[in-house]
Each structure stands twice: as structure tokens, then as C-alpha cells.
């Protein structure tokens, strides 16, 4: 039977693939459902595919012996072999999956769905020869046109010939990215402007002048941006906060400068720093600088528990920098969430110098994610941080920070990279988790800084090197509890399931993946202070914050 082109498949090919499905369905940091766990097989057989494609070349050319046999009923064993090692892979692949939703706090799941996982890995690693097959026929296109141009110059070199071809190919692949990618961004840039501008019924304009967009503020409500009216039109109110605490209350001040209030970062800066004046924020106890995400969005368990904790005897003040997703703010305008937030910072800062020093709020910067990152780069080291403020929350800061890596690199001998100590730096303590933050005890200098990792934060540990090489937090006594005892680093297939992971990262409850309300609550207290509330008291708020709706938005 002779079958169309398109259906031949290489065994090299076939076979490295499907050993790169099995590893794929092994543990990685988080839990991934069937429709993504087919998604990262697909992709894993589409590399590993081309792996295999280069390897039976070589052998094909080192060996010379042919097997009719093998011709004939090659296919066949290989088909039968791996249909009954995918059924046992399912079944491996649930338990695998139960036991990382264990650790994280999620509920089993049963192998029911397993199908999905088939028709996707095979749909996607079908698009993915697709793609390598293409790019294949352009790269001979290419070198054919190449080697008539050698031949008519009279060179006969195919190794220049497929360097050449090589090149031109790579440069091509270059352009349509920076082409594609570009024009990508400016689209989905014009369709997130369209959103930050949409108004959200359910949120009315404020009716306190403590808050942007309300009586007599400086900025307008229409200007604020939907991620910064969800902020300033929301919170505990003080009534809410009196009952929770049991003791009388004043309302919270909350200043968000949306992109459009005015045109620069140092304009926006300074539109924040009139609101500070306007609103008196002066006088409370704690002025906080958050780091925004790309969207300008902030986790709302944290800055309302903060709110609780000091009877809303605080003021926090935000200047939104962009409307893209944090990894598109952080692939294509890197620069942004820096300059933005340094902006507000030095404009903050120079306010609050101002005050007298005995008689001055605690100015104390908060950020996750991206707005940590942001925080973070505003400085030189650490001891310019700890000169700059009064204390500090950083939240799954993602991997490759330079200071929080140059931390972890003068961590004390035998202190695990994913809850290192920094005895050099007293000022520093780094909290794997919200039990970690509520039961330190020991000895932290003023100014605290809290730095808040979960292990299983893919967003804080995979990098691409991952894709290469071994991180040191999957060797030998170095694995934290809350990662998988399964998982085992895989080249280029671990990349994959991080890139999987950082997808889903937000998807699990508190206290695990990219999710940090909880852990949040307890640094606030050992940072800022409890407030002088007794131990009900922030029993109560913390079961507050607890009950608050665990669905956390996507891509912010």
C-alpha cells in the first residue's frame, strides 16, 4: 500500500518522540488537567521528534546494513508497543497528577478525561511536523537557490552551500518573528486599551474624597483605568472594619493614577503625590507604594488586610505604567514596569523626606509578581533598599531578579536556595510559605524586608535555563516538601511543563503556585505592626481574608 507524503513518518522521529510523551507526563511543580498535560505532550514529542529525525540520520549514515523485516514490520511493533505503554502512561500519569494536587491543597481527579489528553498531544504534535516539515522544504528551497548561485561562480562547496542556506534561514526566522510578534502586540495592545477603558456597572464612582475619582480628587474617574477602579471603587469600608476588629475605625485612603490621568511617568508621579497632600495621607500610621502588575492590577486579600490590620489607618498610592499582561510588559516593554514605578517611587519618597522624621508615616513598598520585580530593579543592591524604606513585601518575584539571585547566591553555607538565610543581611528574611511567616520568631532588623517564595511558585524558579540545564533546587538536599518527590529534571521537557506550570500558576488555592494573600497577612503584622489588635482580632481578619473568592484573574 503505498500512502501520501504527508503520512510518512521517520522511526527515529516517532520513537524519541513518544519517549519524550512518556517523560512529559511525569510531575513537575504544579497541577496540570488533561487539556494541558496534551498540550505539553504534543509539544514535547513535536522537539522531541526533531531530536530523533537528527539521530536516525546519523545512524543511517554510520550503518549501512538495511532490514527488510524491519521495512515491513517496524511500524507495527512500534504501534503496538506504544499503544499498550500509553494506556499504563494514563494510568501513571493520574497518580502522578494526585499526588502534586496533594501537595498543593486541590482535590484527586480520575483518569475519565484521559482522552483529552490523547486527541490534544495528538492534534498538537501533528501541528508541530507540521510546522518542522514546513520549515524544512523552505530551508532546501533555500539551499537549492543557493548552490546554483555557487555553481554558476564556479564554487562547488555544499558545506558553504548549507552555511549559507543556514544563515539565510536563521535571519528569515528572525524577521517574521520581530514582524509577526510586533504586530501581534500592537493588536492585542489596542484590544487591552479597549478594556482598561471599559467601565464595570457593578463599580460605582466613589463618593469619599480619600479616593481617586471621588469629590475633589485630582484625577478622573473615567481616566483611572478598570483595573484602578476596581481597586479604588472596592475594599472593607469603615464599618466593615469595625466589626471585624471590634474597635473603631477610619476609612482607608486609596490613590490610583490611571495611564491616562496624564501623559508621562513623571507626570503621573506627580498627579499621586497632590492626591497624597489632598487626602492628608500625612497622618496615618502606613503609606504603601505598590508594585502594579502589567495591568495595573493588585492582589485585592493583601492590600485589604493591611486596611484591617490598622483600623484603615493607612493610604496607599499606585500609578498604573501599562495595560499589558505582565509577560507581555516583561517580553516586549521591559522598561516599563522599571520606569513607572521608579517615577512614583522618587516622587513619594522626596514627599515623605519632607515630613518630620518623628512624626511621618512608615512608607513601606508591597509588589507581586511583576510590580516585585519592578521594585526590586529601582535600586542598586540591597543596602540601597534598606536605606529607602521602612520595610518592604516582595511576592513571588520572578526568576532572574538580579537582587533576590545575588541574595540567595551570599546565603549562609548549608541554607537551602528555596528558603535561604541571610545572616550578612539582617534586615532580609525569606518565607517559603504562610506558617513560615507566622512562626518567625528569631532576630530581623528594622528595616524588615520579606521576601515571599513558594517553592512551587514556577513564576520564582523556572528560567530558561531550565530548559538545559538542572537548577540547583531539584538537587540533592535541596528539594523543598512542596515539590513533588516524583519529579526528576528532564532537558527540554522540563522547560516545557514550566512553561505549562506558569500558565496554571494562579490556578491553585492560597499558600501555593503564584498565589500569595496569606502569606501576605502575616508579613504585614511582622513588618508594620498588629495594629494593637489581640489575637481574636486577627483571627477574625484573617478568616476574612481566607473567605475571599480564591479565583484569581488570569494574564494580569
Do not use: C
Amino acid at each position: 500500500m503505498r500512502y501520501p507524503r504527508w503520512a510518512h513518518l521517520d522511526y527515529g522521529g516517532v520513537l524519541v518522540g513518544l519517549v519524550f510523551v512518556a517523560l512529559s507526563m511525569t510531575p513537575s511543580m504544579l497541577p496540570r488537567p488533561f487539556y494541558y498535560q496534551g498540550a505539553v505532550s504534543g509539544i514535547s514529542f513535536g522537539f522531541g521528534y526533531a531530536l530523533g529525525v537528527a539521530l536516525w540520520e546519523v545512524v543511517r549514515w554510520a550503518v549501512r546494513w538495511r532490514s527488510e523485516w524491519l521495512t515491513r514490520w517496524g511500524w507495527a511493533i512500534i504501534l503496538a508497543v506504544w499503544g499498550l505503554a500509553f494506556v499504563a502512561l494514563l494510568h501513571f500519569a493520574t497518580e502522578w497528577q494526585n499526588g502534586v494536587r496533594e501537595v498543593v491543597g486541590m482535590p484527586p481527579i480520575d483518569g475519565g478525561s484521559a482522552w483529552l489528553l490523547v486527541l490534544i498531544s495528538v492534534a498538537v504534535a501533528a501541528l508541530m511536523i507540521a510546522i518542522g516539515r514546513g520549515l524544512a522544504k523552505v530551508y532546501r528551497r533555500i539551499r537549492e537557490r543557493t548552490g546554483d548561485v555557487f555553481e554558476r561562480r564556479g564554487w562547488t562547496s555544499s558545506t558553504a552551500a548549507t552555511l549559507s542556506a543556514g544563515s539565510v534561514m536563521a535571519l528569515g526566522l528572525l524577521l517574521a518573528w520581530f514582524v509577526v510578534s510586533t504586530g501581534v502586540v500592537i493588536f492585542l495592545d489596542a484590544r487591552w486599551d479597549v478594556r482598561n477603558d471599559a467601565m464595570d456597572p457593578s463599580i460605582d464612582r466613589p463618593t469619599s474624597p480619600l479616593r481617586s475619582g471621588g469629590p475633589g480628587s485630582f484625577v478622573a474617574w473615567e481616566d483611572i483605568g478598570s483595573k484602578g477602579r476596581d481597586i479604588v471603587g472596592k475594599g472593607p469600608t469603615v464599618r466593615q472594619i469595625a466589626e471585624v476588629t471590634g474597635r473603631p475605625a477610619i476609612e482607608p485612603i486609596r490613590i490610583y493614577v490611571g495611564l491616562k490621568s496624564a501623559p508621562t511617568y513623571e507626570e503621573r508621579a506627580a498627579l499621586a503625590v497632590k492626591e497624597l497632600e489632598r487626602t492628608r495621607a500625612r497622618d496615618r500610621e502606613v503609606v504603601v507604594i505598590p508594585g502594579l502588575t502589567g495591568t495595573g492590577w493588585l492582589e485585592p486579600q493583601a492590600i485589604d488586610s493591611l486596611e484591617y490590620i490598622h483600623g484603615g489607618n493607612t493610604a496607599m498610592v499606585a500609578a498604573q505604567y501599562s495595560v499589558s499582561p505582565s509577560w507581555v510588559s516583561s517580553v516586549f516593554h521591559p522598561d516599563q514596569s522599571i520606569e513607572g514605578t521608579r517615577a512614583l517611587y522618587q516622587a513619594v519618597h522626596e514627599w515623605w523626606s519632607g515630613l518630620p522624621r518623628d512624626d511621618r508615616p512608615q512608607l513601606v513598598l508591597y509588589g507581586v509578581s511583576l510590580g516585585a520585580e519592578a521594585l526590586l530593579q529601582m535600586f542598586d543592591d540591597i543596602h540601597d533598599l534598606v536605606g529607602g524604606v521602612d520595610g518592604a513585601i516582595f511576592a513571588g518575584t520572578p526568576a532572574g531578579t538580579p537582587l533576590t539571585d545575588a541574595l540567595r547566591a551570599s546565603r549562609d553555607e548549608g541554607s537551602p536556595v528555596m528558603a535561604p538565610v541571610v545572616s550578612e543581611v539582617p534586615q532580609v528574611q525569606f518565607f517559603p510559605d504562610a506558617d513560615a511567616a507566622r512562626r518567625f520568631s528569631g532576630t530581623w532588623a528594622a528595616p524588615r524586608l520579606a521576601f515571599l517564595e513558594h517553592a512551587n511558585d514556577p513564576v520564582v524558579w523556572m528560567d530558561f535555563s531550565i530548559f538545559y540545564r538542572k537548577p540547583e533546587w531539584l538537587s540533592a538536599g535541596q528539594r523543598s516538601p512542596d515539590i513533588s518527590p516524583q519529579m526528576r529534571y528532564i532537558p527540554v521537557v522540563t522547560g516545557v511543563q514550566g512553561l505549562a506550570d506558569m500558565a496554571m500558576a494562579e490556578g491553585v488555592p492560597d499558600d501555593a503556585g503564584h498565589r500569595y494573600g496569606d502569606a501576605t497577612f502575616f508579613a504585614w503584622i511582622k513588618i508594620t505592626g498588629d495594629g494593637g489588635l489581640d489575637a481574636p482580632a486577627l483571627e477574625r481578619i484573617r478568616a476574612v481574608i481566607d473567605s475571599y473568592d480564591n479565583e484569581a484573574p488570569i494574564g494580569q
